[in-house]
Each structure stands twice: as structure tokens, then as C-alpha cells.
């Protein structure tokens, strides 16, 4: 199935077009998957074999599956490999994040932001980014929206270096962090359910008590360096765990109608 796949794509990328050639290559292997030349958790050829079977630099390989992670196609995991995602679901291994699982589901995303400073780096949070305390970081504090429904709270933390203009951050951070060649490689997770508190339930518009997933997140870049911590509060009711195997946990969105 695999030596049908690469011919299918080749003749793809032989089709006369205007776009860029990583642009061809990641719709050619959006079309593949779609004509189920690959299944959903089958393995795609390491980029610098999938460059050479398909005749094309590296680089345009890796663009293609940069924008293909983003949209949730694909799972990109350091040391496993690059497989096909499960639709509707996003691996907690993988470094692609809420508004890409929305967009793929048809839905649109938007943010209320809560905070969007530099501030000193609490004692308990300069721990988790193993750096000291009172060092300048990025407070991001918002709630995301789906269909303009509030879902989450996520408050995330992140050194100045990475984001020295936290201000001006709208949508996602991880794709601002490509456009800045900054790319998450890993990413740990410690996983809760919570009782909504007070507060938070009336910014989420569920009742007090209501269950909540609690996520834990810490994303560290190539270099093996901590880029972020996250806390991330999600509805109950709109999301839920599904534990394929140890190693491929997804967190599964469920639009629901208003």
C-alpha cells in the first residue's frame, strides 16, 4: 500500500500548478489519505525518505507536514514516527492544539483574553520552566471559543525569549512558533477531572461543580529546552479522553448544537 501511495503522489506532483511545491505536496497527501491509500495510524516514510522516493528536497517535505500537523492530519511524534490521525481527534503527543481540531471539524475559533502580559515568573511556575524565579515571562490567560461557545480556560506561561511580544499574539501560538521556526518536538502531559469552581463557571457558562478535564501541559522545542506551560481547563460535556494505547492518548472535541 505504501509503494501505491508514493506512485500516487508522484503523479500528483507532476500535474502542472502555480503552487508553491510544498502547497502540491500537502494537498496530494490530503487527497491520498482521503482515497485511503493510507489508514488512519499508518506510518508515512521518514521526510528524508519521502524526499528521496519522491524526487524533492527535504525542506518541501517538511513544509508539507508542518501545515498537514496543523490541520490535524497527520502526527508528527519524535522517536515514533509520522502517522495518520484519527479524524476528529487531536493526540495529546502531538504539538498541534485547539484551533486546528475546530477548523478541521468545520467549526470557527476565537478567543477571550483574559491577559496577554510580561510578569516575573512566579515560584511555582519558574519551576515547571526550570528557570528562576522572577525571570520576565509571557502570562497568556484566555478562553477559547468554538462557534463563539466558551470550551476551555488555558493559562499559559512562557519565557520572554519565546514570546517577547505576548501583546500581540491573536490566534494560535503554535503556528505563530512555526512562522518563527520555533517547533515543539515533545510535549508531557499530567491529565485530572476537576470540579468546576465558581468563578470559572459562570467564564465557561456551565454550572457550579460541573466536571472539567484538567491538563497539565509542558512542550519543549529541538533543542530539548521548556517553551511552555499550560493549564488547560476543557467543559466535560464537550470533551473527553480516549486512551487508544500508552502511547497515543486523544483528546476527542464534540460540537454540539446550540
Request: glycine share 6%; charged share 20%.
Amino acid at each position: 500500500m505504501l509503494d501505491h501511495f508514493v506512485d500516487w503522489v508522484c503523479e500528483q506532483l507532476e500535474k502542472k500548478s502555480n503552487s508553491p511545491r510544498y502547497i502540491q505536496l500537502q494537498k496530494a497527501i490530503e487527497m491520498a489519505i482521503e482515497k485511503q491509500l493510507l489508514n488512519v495510524g499508518e506510518f508515512l516514510p521518514p521526510e528524508r525518505r519521502l524526499a528521496e522516493l519522491l524526487n524533492i528536497s527535504r525542506v518541501t517535505v517538511s513544509k508539507a507536514m508542518q501545515i498537514l500537523e496543523e490541520k490535524g492530519v497527520i502526527i508528527r511524534q519524535q522517536g515514533i514516527g509520522t502517522q495518520v490521525a484519527k479524524p476528529g481527534c487531536s493526540s495529546l503527543n502531538q504539538a498541534v492544539g485547539f484551533t486546528s481540531q475546530i477548523i478541521k471539524e468545520g467549526g470557527t475559533v476565537s478567543n477571550y483574553w483574559l491577559s496577554r502580559n510580561i510578569i516575573p515568573a512566579p515560584e511555582e511556575i519558574a519551576k515547571k520552566l526550570s528557570i528562576n524565579t522572577g525571570e520576565p515571562i509571557a502570562e497568556l490567560r484566555r478562553i477559547r471559543l468554538a462557534n463563539g461557545m466558551p470550551v476551555s480556560l488555558e493559562n499559559t506561561y512562557i519565557p520572554r525569549l519565546y514570546l517577547p511580544h505576548p501583546e500581540l499574539l491573536e490566534g494560535s501560538l503554535y503556528a505563530h512558533w512555526e512562522g518563527q521556526n520555533i517547533h515543539l518536538t515533545n510535549v508531557h502531559h499530567k491529565i485530572k477531572a476537576i470540579s468546576c469552581p465558581t468563578d470559572l463557571a459562570i467564564l465557561l457558562n456551565v454550572a457550579e461543580s460541573s466536571p472539567l478535564l484538567q491538563i497539565h501541559q509542558i512542550s519543549l522545542n529541538n533543542q530539548n529546552d521548556i517553551i511552555e506551560f499550560s493549564e488547560i481547563l476543557c467543559r466535560g460535556d464537550i470533551y473527553g479522553l480516549d486512551f487508544n494505547s500508552p502511547q497515543n492518548i486523544d483528546i476527542n472535541y464534540k460540537p454540539q448544537n446550540n
